[in-house]
């Protein structure tokens, strides 16, 4: 892909909550979860960016502050005024009310490892399960929105040399139609970018912010959770409005 024409729409940011490794299994969160968040470049523009930079501005002065969901939970850094119960509430207000407006569409994949590790003697590597389920069913969506032969970026933080390396391979291989689940991602080309950690992206921020709430709700679904009520509607869904198995699959 050379022209600018052949690029798509939309573009695609990803990241995940919990890890990925099976060798030792927090009981607190034995979940791996992947996330995708897919946008109209022209609303990431208009409206994603300068809604979370407004915000940093709001609170910070600038907009240097990398959005952070841990942080945010455990405060610590830029995010030491949480401590003070006025200030987090006023925080989580606006921030609540920052990720309602985001004009985004959630393709999520949860990894049981528990489920896994039992009923696999050689367990799929969680990371590239998830992968091929979201691949998958992004693929479905960008279809349907007229995205069939446009190529598509897929944003991805980096995690580290071999971690990388595995990701792209497995990537590689989910477009081959060669994945660890015999899905393909046929008429609309993917390109992934797996970019470092001191980029300031606003997309790979809301994705961070998104992923740990859909993990509490899947351990916890009878527990109020507010972030997870306002990303209900924003997942993908079937013809019937479901997004149970399309817009959030767990796995096995």
Same mark, same amino acid.
């Given at each position: 892909?050379?022209?600018?024409a052949?690029?798509?729409e939309?573009?695609?940011?990803?990241? &995940?909550?919990?890890?990925?490794? /099976?060798?030792?299994?927090?009981?607190?969160?034995?979940?791996?979860v992947l996330?995708?968040?897919?946008?109209?470049?022209?609303?990431?523009?208009?409206?994603?960016?300068?809604?979370?930079?407004?915000?940093?501005?709001?609170?910070?002065?600038?907009d240097?502050?990398?959005?952070?969901?841990?942080?945010?939970?455990?405060?610590?850094?830029?995010?030491s005024?949480?401590?003070?119960?006025?200030?987090?509430?006023?925080?989580?207000?606006?921030?609540?009310?920052? $990720?309602?407006?985001?004009?985004i569409t959630? $393709?999520?994949?949860?990894?049981?490892?528990?489920q896994?590790?039992?009923?696999y003697?050689?367990?799929?590597?969680?990371?590239?399960?998830?992968l091929?389920l979201?691949? &998958?069913?992004?693929?479905?969506?960008?279809?349907?929105?007229?995205?069939?032969?446009?190529?598509?970026?897929?944003?991805?933080?980096?995690?580290?040399?071999?971690?990388?390396?595995?990701?792209? /391979?497995?990537?590689?291989?989910?477009?081959?139609?060669?994945?660890?689940?015999?899905?393909?991602?046929?008429?609309?080309?993917? &390109?992934?970018r797996?970019t470092?950690?001191?980029?300031n992206? &606003?997309?790979?921020?809301?994705?961070?912010? $998104?992923?740990?709430?859909?993990?509490?709700?899947?351990?916890k679904?009878?527990?109020?959770?507010?972030?997870?009520?306002?990303?209900?509607?924003?997942?993908?869904?079937?013809?019937?409005?479901?997004?149970?198995?399309?817009?959030?699959?767990i796995?096995?």
């Amino acid at each position: 892909m050379s022209t600018l024409a052949a690029f798509g729409e939309y573009i695609v940011f990803i990241d &995940e909550s919990g890890d990925h490794g /099976l060798m030792s299994i927090d009981p607190e969160f034995p979940l791996f979860v992947l996330v995708f968040v897919i946008v109209e470049k022209a609303a990431y523009l208009q409206r994603v960016v300068p809604a979370m930079k407004a915000l940093k501005f709001d609170f910070w002065g600038h907009d240097t502050v990398v959005l952070h969901a841990h942080e945010i939970r455990k405060p610590r850094g830029d995010f030491s005024f949480l401590q003070i119960r006025e200030r987090r509430e006023k925080f989580l207000a606006a921030l609540n009310g920052l $990720v309602a407006g985001m004009p985004i569409t959630i $393709v999520a994949a949860a990894i049981d490892k528990l489920q896994l590790a039992q009923r696999y003697k050689s367990p799929f590597n969680p990371y590239h399960v998830a992968l091929g389920l979201c691949m &998958e069913r992004t693929n479905r969506f960008l279809r349907a929105h007229g995205q069939e032969g446009r190529l598509t970026h897929l944003i991805a933080e980096a995690r580290g040399e071999r971690e990388d390396a595995e990701l792209e /391979l497995e990537f590689r291989r989910v477009m081959d139609g060669q994945g660890l689940l015999p899905y393909r991602t046929d008429g609309t080309p993917f &390109e992934m970018r797996i970019t470092s950690k001191k980029i300031n992206s &606003e997309g790979l921020q809301l994705a961070d912010l $998104v992923a740990h709430p859909i993990g509490r709700h899947i351990l916890k679904p009878d527990q109020p959770n507010r972030a997870f009520e306002i990303l209900r509607s924003k997942f993908l869904t079937n013809a019937e409005g479901e997004f149970a198995g399309w817009g959030l699959k767990i796995f096995p």
